[in-house]
């Protein structure tokens, strides 16, 4: 663990003490869009057109963030059009590395480098800040496209439909504000929720980020009692979001982020909502539970020191979810 200063790399865990014992993340660096036809989008340069073959993701399987433009590619008919890179689970004094022997790693395909920050220097020599998944890089311009997960998905929903012919739209314009409305609740309470729950070093950082955290999941909860999705009948981006959090949430947040209040398999409405979605078309292939499960309690020697992989909990995702009774569009 640790980033990049000017170009060289800095080992270190994240320093909470100038706030308080709060986890804050980094914000991402590289931002550009791809579009139809290369044109500039709502932030970074033009010049980053959609074309088959032009791009490639660098994930994790473990990270929830990388995990979203992994669905996204899946459901957008995507992945013969663009590759990916798997690094290894293991996040320690030299952050993700191209290491193999665990399996579904890749290594690095592309370039054949050790470190991913080996790709964050190739595309900035003098790169500042932390070194994260997912990266877009742009074989074209050899650099990175984006770094900014919420960003890539909002991409993948539209620049490729002409390529691609999959027009299905996860964000329609006519949904937009509700779902950026529900978007920045659920990333600040759930998705970055846990993580502020499990990095937090004071009491009160911790007890924060809990309460919010179930209060959200409470709401949640209720909200999917009536409405099939977090919109209503529209599957959309919000669902997805939520998605790779709440698969995650009992293998690893409930015990090493200390998110230990309720269990999902205890919500009947998410958890049936969260089997829906593992169920749909290509969604199973995008989850991997070992990556899930060594990542976080390997990597994090601070909250968990002797680095012991609990064993899984007996979760059957293949239980018929049983909510058609609920209207879908
Ligand atoms: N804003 C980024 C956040 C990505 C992120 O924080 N990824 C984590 C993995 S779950 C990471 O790579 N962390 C490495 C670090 O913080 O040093 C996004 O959503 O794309």
Redesign the pocket.
Known sequence: ???LVKGTWQDGWYDTDATGGHFV????RFRNWITPNGEPGPSGAGGFAAESGRYHLYV?Y?????HRTLIFRALKGLSPHIGISVVHPD?LSE??TFATGFPGTTGDDLHGLSFLRDIYIRARPDASG?????VLWDRAQNTIAS????E?IRMFNTAFDDLTGNRDDYAPTSLRREIDRINARIYSDVNNGVYKAGFATTQTAYDDAVTALFETLDWLEARLTYNRYLLGTHLTEADWRLFTTLARFDAVYHGHFKCSRTRLVEFPNLWAYTRELYQWPGVAETVHFDHISRHYHYSHATINPNRIVPVPPCTDWTIPHARDHLLAA
Do not use: F, H, L
């Not at 993340?25 to 991402?28: G, Y």
């Not at 473990?62 to 990388?66: D, G, M, N, T």
């Open positions: 663990m640790g980033q993340r980094d914000t991402a994790s473990a990270c929830p963030w990388a996040m952050g993700w932390r070194v994260t998944v997912p770094n900014e997960s919420a890539i």
